[in-house]
């Protein structure tokens, strides 16, 4: 079985303010095959830095109701380390979301790519405020251009 690759994201909320409102839309992406939930995890901080670490699962937690029917096929790859690191990056006072999935559209065209003798070379996530800062800047550029040759 082919694997496409996979990706963690952390999304924090302030305080315990996670109320699974969220769960609609990576239901969406869930549903239509884009990904795969792996792994889900809570990790909730105080606002004196202890910390709170729950997998996500089918349990009967009505904080994790619409997001527990998302994790069929879930494996539970995150380690302790890894959300020991992740728990210590949290800024004080928040609760996160941490979602490890993978890339189902991609796993198509990683067998196609492996079949071609070729392989993954380099691979980055770029995130939307950089490449809002690149519009801007290109926006910027453009304008000045044109307003050199007016």
């Not at 996500?56 to 904080?63: E, L």
């Not at 879930?74 to 020991?84: A, I, K, S, V």
Request: aromatic share 6%; net charge negative; glycine share 10%.
């Amino acid at each position: 079985m082919t694997l496409g690759p996979l990706e963690y994201t952390v999304i924090g909320f302030t305080g315990n303010e996670f109320d699974g409102s969220i769960a609609r839309e990576i239901g969406r992406v869930v549903e239509n095959g884009t990904i795969r939930i792996v792994d889900a995890v809570a990790i909730i901080k105080d606002g004196g830095g202890d910390v709170a670490i729950v997998e996500i699962d089918a349990k009967q937690d009505p904080r994790f109701a619409s997001i527990a029917p998302l994790l069929e096929g879930r494996h539970g790859l995150f380690t302790p380390e890894d959300l020991g690191v992740i728990a210590e990056s949290l800024p004080g006072d928040t609760s996160a979301l941490v979602l490890l999935f993978e890339h189902r559209w991609a796993v198509h065209v990683k067998e196609a790519v492996q079949a071609a003798g070729g392989r993954l070379l380099a691979r980055a996530v770029i995130p939307p405020e950089v490449l809002e800062d690149a519009a801007e800047e290109l926006e910027a550029y453009t304008a000045k251009q044109e307003a050199s040759v007016a």
